[in-house]
């Protein structure tokens, strides 16, 4: 079977599903038969619950590496700077990025889990695996994300230190990375 086509933007499948759905819902209580936006209903539906499956594995890349352990972490496993970034500015970016859009497709709840080289190469040397694996990736993450104490809560205030740990506000440093 050929694999159902992408419909619409990236941000758009949640909206058009829940849309859709409505009015299947409502079409079907009117005992109307099923048409093609109800055919659509269901292709987006497979679709998300496609992405749904990727996803789980992809929150291990939305850990935070504070600027230090971003460079140490690039220093000694360069074949990363494909899942995080060239350098810590685009690392800070792609997450600012991820968890507005997270937040835009519903999700709440967020924060960011500060993660460390150290950490990572330890998780990795207990699993007998390599630290760029995305299974080890997401393994670490899962157990980083086990202990509060690392969890930086997401959205920050405007005028309140930006998550990423810099040290200046969040409206003058990653909130306008959301924007660019």
């Given at each position: 079977a050929a694999a159902d086509p992408e419909v619409g933007p990236p941000d758009a499948p949640g909206v058009l599903f829940f849309?859709?759905?409505?009015?299947h819902r409502v079409r079907r209580?009117?005992?109307l038969p099923h048409d093609r936006q109800d055919d659509l209903a269901d292709r987006l539906e497979n679709q998300l619950v496609r992405?749904?499956?990727e996803r789980q594995g992809a929150d291990?890349?939305?850990?935070?590496?504070?600027?230090?352990e971003f460079d140490r972490l690039l220093a000694e496993h360069p074949e990363l700077?494909?899942?995080y970034g060239p350098d810590w500015d685009?690392?800070?970016?792609?997450?600012?990025?991820?968890?507005?859009?997270?937040?835009?497709?519903?999700r709440t709840g967020l924060g960011v889990f500060r993660a460390t080289v150290a950490g990572l190469d330890a998780f990795a040397g207990r699993r007998d695996g390599d630290p760029t694996d995305a299974a080890i990736r997401a393994g670490y993450?899962?157990?980083?994300?086990?202990?509060p104490s690392s969890r930086v809560p997401w959205p920050p205030e405007r005028n309140d230190p930006?998550?990423?740990?810099?040290?200046?506000?969040?409206?003058?440093?990653c909130l306008p990375r959301s924007r660019s």
């Open positions: 849309l859709l759905q409505q009015r209580n009117l005992n992405r749904a499956a291990s890349d939305l850990l935070l590496w504070p600027r230090a700077t494909d899942v685009a690392h800070r970016a792609r997450l600012e990025k991820e968890l507005v859009r997270l937040t835009s497709a519903g993450a899962v157990e980083v994300s086990a202990r930006c998550w990423c740990g810099s040290g200046l506000k969040y409206k003058k440093d």
